[in-house]
Nanobody, 127 residues
Framework: QVQLVESGGGLVQPGGSLRLTCAAS????????MGWFRHAPGKEREFVTG????????YYADSVKGRFTISRDNAKNTVYLQMNNLKAEDTAVYYC????????????????????WGQGTQVTVSS
């Protein structure tokens, strides 16, 4: 069974940075587009960012563009989310996601395309 395990969440002050990591196992990682979603209290789960299989094509929600960076290391079966200049509204549980059906040259961009989810990691931005 495919496993996606997130880590790196925590409490950070506004303006601070965090780096989330998602370790994938039991899949041919380089054949999956990957992404991050988040779920804030009282809101629906939303797309944050996605990345293609191998060529590094990325896509970002407008709310995080210029502040967040997604990357992946196919040799380590890992995807990262570097979050800078964090704001209170970034507070949420962040989920790693994987999809095999999206063409490999496109980034993951839609929640309904997600095939596998991680368990989530809490990010809290507060002073």
């Amino acid at each position: 069974q495919v496993q996606l395990v997130e880590s790196g969440g925590g409490l950070v002050q506004p303006g601070g940075s965090l780096r989330l990591t998602c370790a994938a196992s039991r899949l041919t990682f380089s054949n999956y587009v990957m992404g991050w979603f988040r779920h804030a209290p009282g809101k629906e789960r939303e797309f944050v960012t996605g990345i293609s299989c191998r060529d590094g094509t990325t896509y970002y929600a407008d709310s995080v563009k210029g502040r967040f960076t997604i990357s992946r290391d196919n040799a380590k079966n890992t995807v990262y989310l570097q979050m800078n200049n964090l704001k209170a509204e970034d507070t949420a549980v962040y989920y790693c996601a994987a999809d095999f059906r999206t063409p490999c040259d496109r980034p993951l961009s839609r929640m309904d395309a997600v095939e596998y989810w991680g368990q989530g990691t809490q990010v809290t931005v507060s002073s």
